[in-house]
C-alpha cells in the first residue's frame, strides 16, 4: 500500500499539466467595417412666407401628393395660442415615446467618443422631435379652436410624395463623381435642424422631402479594399446597431479628388435612415463552417516529402513505400509503413524521425522489380496543425485553414489525416512538442 501512495505521489507530481481544447464544429463571419455617407434623392422645400413655422408631418413619415405639411404664422397670435393652452395639448403618447426610445436606443449603440460632436446633435434631433408631435397634435386637435378664436395661419400643402426630412446640412444634391475626403470629415460637418415654433423667411428651407426608396452608401476605399471587392458587382453589408443585414449592389467609382470610393446601392430601409447622414456599417465578406479552434493552437512542422507515385500498398492494404536495401548481393526492396501526416496531389508527407522506418538519404523504389526508378528522401515542406493529444501524448495532425478572425480559425471538416469533432487538441503549442507524454 505504501509503495502505491508513493508511486501515485510522484506520477502526479511529475503529470505535465496541458491546457487543452476540445474541437467543435463553428462558423466565423469576416466583417470589414466602414463609415459612410448617405447619398439619396433630397428636394429641399423653401418657405413661402415670413413668420413662425409649424409642421403637420413628423420627422421620417410619409406625406403624400396634396397634403398639408406645415403653416406659417405671421403675426405671432399661434405662439401666443400654443402657450395659454399647453395644458389641453397631449405633447407625447406611448407611441412616441418609444420613437423617442428607439432613436436614443441607436444613437448609444453608435455612440464614440472620438464623435463626442454627435451628442449635441442627438440632442439636437430629440428636442425636434418633441416639438414636432407637440405641433402635429395642435392642428390635429385643436385647429377648429384656434380658427374659431380668430388665429389665422397660412397652410402649405406637398406637391409631390415622399418622406418628410427636418433637417439640411449642404449634402443635399451630392452625386458619385462629387465624392472628396472633406465630405467624410464629420468633425466639420454641420447640420441645420427644422423644427416647429422657429422663425423662417420667405425663400428659407422649410422642410427636406425624400423623393426615392432608392438610396446609396458611398465610402472611401484603401488598395486593399480595391483588390478584395474590385471584382464584386454585390456585397452582403451588416448594420449592427439596427439589427439587420442586407444585399446591396456595389461598384467602385473615382470621386472629384481623384481617390476611388465604394458605392453601395439599395432599394428599401431608407426609412430607417431618415435621420442619418453618416453610417456605420459592416462588409460581410466569409461565413465560413467547418472546425473551429483557436489560432494559439496552430502551430507548423517540416516534414519530409515523397512523391505521390512511390506510394503503394501492401496485400491487407496498408500504405507504404518500397524501401531500398542494399546487401552483398545487389539491391533489393523492403515493404515499410510509416506515418504519413498528409498527401495532396504531389507529395506525401513523413516524419523521417528515430521511430519512422524511413530516414532522410534512403531511397525509395517504384516496385520491387524496378529499384532503378527511385527517389532519395531529403526536401522538406512545412505543414500547418495541431498536437493531438487523445492518447495521452501529442500527434501532430495537419489542418488547413478556411478562414481566421478574432483569435480563431475554421479548418476543413472531414480532411484526411486531420481533426475530428470532439478531438482534444493542446490550447497553447507553445508549451509542449511532438511526441511529448502527458500523463504518466
Given at each position: 500500500?505504501?509503495?502505491?501512495?508513493?508511486?501515485?505521489?510522484?506520477?502526479?507530481?511529475?503529470?505535465?499539466?496541458?491546457?487543452?481544447?476540445?474541437?467543435?464544429?463553428?462558423?466565423?463571419?469576416?466583417?470589414?467595417?466602414?463609415?459612410?455617407?448617405?447619398?439619396?434623392?433630397?428636394?429641399?422645400?423653401?418657405?413661402?412666407?415670413?413668420?413662425?413655422?409649424?409642421?403637420?408631418?413628423?420627422?421620417?413619415?410619409?406625406?403624400?401628393?396634396?397634403?398639408?405639411?406645415?403653416?406659417?404664422?405671421?403675426?405671432?397670435?399661434?405662439?401666443?395660442?400654443?402657450?395659454?393652452?399647453?395644458?389641453?395639448?397631449?405633447?407625447?403618447?406611448?407611441?412616441?415615446?418609444?420613437?423617442?426610445?428607439?432613436?436614443?436606443?441607436?444613437?448609444?449603440?453608435?455612440?464614440?467618443?472620438?464623435?463626442?460632436?454627435?451628442?449635441?446633435?442627438?440632442?439636437?434631433?430629440?428636442?425636434?422631435?418633441?416639438?414636432?408631435?407637440?405641433?402635429?397634435?395642435?392642428?390635429?386637435?385643436?385647429?377648429?379652436?384656434?380658427?374659431?378664436?380668430?388665429?389665422?395661419?397660412?397652410?402649405?400643402?406637398?406637391?409631390?410624395?415622399?418622406?418628410?426630412?427636418?433637417?439640411?446640412?449642404?449634402?443635399?444634391?451630392?452625386?458619385?463623381?462629387?465624392?472628396?475626403?472633406?465630405?467624410?470629415?464629420?468633425?466639420?460637418?454641420?447640420?441645420?435642424i427644422l423644427k416647429s415654433g422657429d422663425i423662417v423667411t420667405a425663400g428659407d428651407p422649410a422642410y427636406k422631402l425624400i423623393t426615392s426608396e432608392n438610396w446609396k452608401i458611398a465610402f472611401p476605399l484603401e488598395k486593399e479594399d480595391v483588390q478584395e471587392f474590385g471584382d464584386k458587382d454585390s456585397l452582403r453589408i451588416s448594420?449592427?446597431?439596427?439589427?439587420?443585414?442586407?444585399?446591396?449592389?456595389?461598384?467602385?467609382?473615382?470621386?472629384?479628388?481623384?481617390?476611388?470610393?465604394?458605392?453601395?446601392?439599395?432599394?428599401?430601409?431608407?426609412?430607417?435612415?431618415?435621420?442619418?447622414?453618416?453610417?456605420?456599417?459592416?462588409?460581410?465578406?466569409?461565413?465560413?463552417?467547418?472546425?473551429?479552434?483557436?489560432?494559439?493552437?496552430?502551430?507548423?512542422?517540416?516534414?519530409?516529402?515523397?512523391?505521390?507515385?512511390?506510394?503503394?500498398?501492401?496485400?491487407?492494404g496498408n500504405q507504404g513505400f518500397f524501401k531500398a536495401v542494399v546487401g552483398e548481393t545487389g539491391t533489393s526492396t523492403q515493404f515499410v509503413i510509416p506515418d504519413i501526416y498528409n498527401t495532396d496531389e504531389?507529395?506525401?508527407?513523413?516524419?523521417?524521425?528515430?521511430?519512422?522506418?524511413?530516414?532522410?538519404?534512403?531511397?525509395?523504389?517504384?516496385?520491387?522489380?524496378?529499384?532503378?526508378?527511385?527517389?532519395?528522401?531529403?526536401?522538406?515542406?512545412?505543414?500547418?496543425?495541431?498536437?493531438?493529444?487523445?492518447?495521452?501524448?501529442?500527434?501532430?495532425?495537419?489542418?488547413?485553414?478556411?478562414?481566421?478572425?478574432?483569435?480563431?480559425?475554421?479548418?476543413?471538416?472531414?480532411?484526411?489525416?486531420?481533426?475530428?469533432?470532439?478531438?482534444?487538441?493542446?490550447?497553447?503549442?507553445?508549451?509542449?512538442?511532438?511526441?511529448?507524454?502527458?500523463?504518466?
Amino acid at each position: 500500500m505504501a509503495a502505491y501512495f508513493v508511486f501515485t505521489f510522484f506520477s502526479i507530481r511529475n503529470r505535465v499539466q496541458v491546457n487543452f481544447y476540445e474541437v467543435e464544429e463553428g462558423s466565423l463571419v469576416k466583417e470589414h467595417t466602414y463609415t459612410g455617407i448617405i447619398l439619396r434623392d433630397e428636394q429641399i422645400v423653401e418657405a413661402a412666407d415670413n413668420g413662425y413655422i409649424y409642421y403637420y408631418v413628423a420627422d421620417g413619415r410619409k406625406v403624400a401628393n396634396g397634403n398639408p405639411v406645415y403653416s406659417i404664422d405671421e403675426t405671432g397670435d399661434l405662439m401666443n395660442y400654443i402657450q395659454t393652452h399647453a395644458s389641453e395639448i397631449e405633447v407625447l403618447n406611448s407611441s412616441k415615446i418609444a420613437d423617442i426610445r428607439m432613436e436614443m436606443l441607436h444613437d448609444s449603440r453608435s455612440f464614440s467618443n472620438r464623435d463626442f460632436k454627435t451628442l449635441y446633435q442627438t440632442k439636437d434631433t430629440l428636442d425636434a422631435h418633441v416639438i414636432e408631435y407637440a405641433s402635429v397634435n395642435i392642428f390635429s386637435t385643436l385647429s377648429d379652436e384656434m380658427r374659431a378664436d380668430g388665429i389665422r395661419f397660412k397652410e402649405y400643402y406637398s406637391d409631390m410624395t415622399g418622406t418628410v426630412c427636418s433637417y439640411t446640412d449642404g449634402y443635399e444634391g451630392i452625386t458619385d463623381t462629387d465624392l472628396g475626403s472633406s465630405l467624410f470629415n464629420q468633425s466639420s460637418y454641420d447640420r441645420k435642424i427644422l423644427k416647429s415654433g422657429d422663425i423662417v423667411t420667405a425663400g428659407d428651407p422649410a422642410y427636406k422631402l425624400i423623393t426615392s426608396e432608392n438610396w446609396k452608401i458611398a465610402f472611401p476605399l484603401e488598395k486593399e479594399d480595391v483588390q478584395e471587392f474590385g471584382d464584386k458587382d454585390s456585397l452582403r453589408i451588416s448594420f449592427s446597431d439596427k439589427g439587420f443585414s442586407t444585399q446591396a449592389w456595389f461598384k467602385i467609382v473615382s470621386g472629384a479628388d481623384g481617390n476611388q470610393y465604394g458605392i453601395l446601392s439599395l432599394d428599401s430601409y431608407q426609412i430607417q435612415f431618415t435621420s442619418d447622414r453618416f453610417v456605420k456599417f459592416e462588409i460581410v465578406t466569409n461565413d465560413v463552417s467547418g472546425l473551429k479552434i483557436p489560432d494559439k493552437s496552430i502551430t507548423t512542422k517540416n516534414f519530409s516529402i515523397i512523391p505521390i507515385r512511390y506510394l503503394t500498398a501492401d496485400e491487407n492494404g496498408n500504405q507504404g513505400f518500397f524501401k531500398a536495401v542494399v546487401g552483398e548481393t545487389g539491391t533489393s526492396t523492403q515493404f515499410v509503413i510509416p506515418d504519413i501526416y498528409n498527401t495532396d496531389e504531389e507529395y506525401c508527407y513523413v516524419d523521417c524521425n528515430e521511430q519512422c522506418p524511413l530516414q532522410t538519404g534512403d531511397f525509395v523504389c517504384a516496385s520491387p522489380s524496378d529499384t532503378e526508378d527511385r527517389y532519395q528522401i531529403g526536401p522538406l515542406k512545412e505543414l500547418k496543425g495541431a498536437y493531438n493529444i487523445n492518447k495521452g501524448y501529442t500527434v501532430f495532425k495537419k489542418v488547413e485553414i478556411l478562414e481566421s478572425a478574432n483569435g480563431y480559425s475554421i479548418v476543413r471538416k472531414n480532411s484526411s489525416y486531420g481533426l475530428q469533432v470532439y478531438d482534444h487538441i493542446v490550447l497553447d503549442t507553445e508549451t509542449v512538442h511532438d511526441g511529448q507524454l502527458l500523463y504518466r
